[in-house]
């Protein structure tokens, strides 16, 4: 038998929430995950209970940034010709600095 699902307050979670989205949308939110370090349960959660999702700085983090990093470098050096950038590219680029400002946030008050 596994262990019993509980959050930080010590409170059983046995209900299962689950919705469907788009391709496109799983790799957003697999993306948003990735950079937040917090499992996708805990992510999901916080934002639909309009909780913040605060950054915890650890070497997942990181190379989550240094990777979306790269993909982004790679789609404007593609667009680099056609000066036009979709939608998609500018929420990940939006993203990633919402991250680094915290994580930037973090080193300075350890500072």
Known sequence: MS??????YNRFRNITVGFRVSPEENEEINRA????G???QEYCYRCCM???????????VYKALKNQMADV???LQRIEAENSIS???LNIIELIIATMYGLKGDVADDE
Not at 3 to 8: E, F, G, L, Q, S
Request: no cysteine; aromatic share 0%; proline share 3%.
């Open 3 to 8: 262990a019993k699902n509980v959050d930080r």
């Open 33 to 36: 995950v990735a950079l937040s």
């Open 38 to 40: 917090l499992s996708k």
């Open 50 to 60: 309009e909780r913040d999702v605060v950054v915890q700085g650890n070497p997942r």
């Open 73 to 75: 470098l790679v789609e």
């Open 87 to 89: 939608d998609d590219l």
